[in-house]
């Protein structure tokens, strides 16, 4: 058997995961994956144990180079991607794939795991991971540590914005970050319009549940509904409750 085929249908997710040899615990592997990003294709790279380093397309030496660098691991090129790579490219749902974060810190870790939870087409502020991760005061780090994410794209750090809606800093530049979310069809434009007005999240009058403004809920409410607050505490004291899916936080005692 091809050792590094080995590692590809465990990565597909074959009901029997195939036994990893000594070569595949040495060796890296890493894979051109098409995908429908405005980035074009990527090179992916990946252990026995799940997928660690993410870059767009370029020379595929000078790719290998700097995961040795950054590894001490040698890496090498198996003949076909993982089946469930490209699936989970296509349709932005990556959480399910196997991720190897060794050498990260467990802040780090936590920090890029939470932002696999923030849906396709959605977006998150940097508090909100703090919240999630139960570290409030720590949103600097938290946008640390998404800004050296290995694994960008299928970790999905380009989901995480600033609180008034504006798409903040990215590894690629902002523009390319704006440009991943529009693909995504979330409207920057729209949430940074209501942060102007000074809604941070919006509410339905029906429903009375608060969210963020890109919350596949929010999006819903129609225009006579809306209702916009600063805070979820402004929407806990007129009587809404925050909404189960997208988890707005609840602002701190000082």
Same mark, same amino acid.
């Given at each position: 058997m091809n050792p590094a085929a080995s590692i590809v249908d465990r990565l597909a997710g074959l009901a029997a995961a195939p036994t990893v040899s000594l070569v595949d615990r040495?060796?890296?592997?890493?894979?051109?994956?098409?995908?429908?990003?405005?980035?074009?294709?990527?090179?992916?790279?990946?252990? +026995?144990?799940?997928?660690?380093?993410?870059?767009?397309?370029?020379?595929?030496?000078?790719?290998?180079?700097?995961?040795? +660098?950054?590894?001490?691991?040698?890496?090498?090129?198996?003949?076909?991607?993982?089946?469930?790579?490209?699936?989970?490219?296509?349709?932005?749902?990556?959480?399910?794939?196997?991720? +190897?974060?060794?050498?990260?810190?467990?802040?780090?870790?936590?920090?890029?795991?939470?932002?696999?939870?923030?849906?396709?087409?959605?977006?998150?502020?940097?508090?909100?991971?703090?919240?999630?991760?139960?570290?409030?005061?720590?949103?600097?780090?938290?946008?640390?540590?998404?800004?050296?994410?290995?694994?960008?794209?299928?970790?999905?750090?380009?989901?995480?914005?600033?609180?008034?809606?504006?798409?903040?800093?990215?590894?690629?530049?902002?523009?390319?970050?704006?440009?991943?979310?529009?693909?995504?069809?979330?409207?920057?434009?729209?949430?940074?319009?209501?942060?102007?007005?000074?809604?941070?999240?919006?509410?339905?009058?029906?429903?009375?549940?608060?969210?963020?403004?890109?919350?596949?809920?929010?999006?819903?409410?129609?225009?006579?509904?809306?209702?916009?607050?600063?805070?979820?505490?402004?929407?806990?004291?007129?009587?809404?409750?925050?909404?189960?899916?997208?988890?707005?936080?609840?602002?701190?005692?000082?």
């Open positions: 040495v060796y890296a592997s890493f894979v051109s994956v098409e995908t429908p990003l405005p980035i074009g294709p990527v090179l992916v790279a990946y252990t +026995d144990r799940g997928i660690n380093y993410v870059r767009p397309a370029g020379d595929p030496e000078q790719f290998a180079a700097a995961y040795r +660098d950054r590894f001490q691991q040698p890496l090498r090129m198996p003949a076909r991607a993982p089946r469930s790579l490209t699936e989970a490219l296509r349709t932005g749902r990556t959480a399910q794939l196997d991720y +190897d974060l060794r050498g990260l810190s467990a802040f780090e870790q936590a920090v890029l795991r939470k932002a696999l939870e923030i849906p396709r087409g959605e977006t998150r502020p940097y508090g909100w991971i703090a919240a999630e991760i139960d570290r409030h005061r720590a949103v600097r780090a938290v946008g640390t540590a998404l800004g050296h994410n290995p694994i960008p794209f299928l970790i999905p750090c380009h989901r995480v914005v600033r609180s008034d809606g504006t798409s903040g800093e990215y590894g690629f530049g902002p523009e390319l970050k704006r440009q991943l979310l529009a693909a995504e069809n979330v409207n920057l434009d729209e949430i940074h319009t209501l942060a102007g007005r000074g809604w941070l999240f919006v509410g339905s009058d029906t429903t009375g549940i608060v969210c963020y403004p890109s919350c596949r809920h929010a999006r819903r409410v129609t225009p006579a509904h809306l209702v916009g607050f600063r805070s979820v505490n402004q929407a806990l004291a007129a009587g809404f409750r925050p909404c189960r899916h997208c988890r707005p936080v609840v602002a701190q005692p000082a």
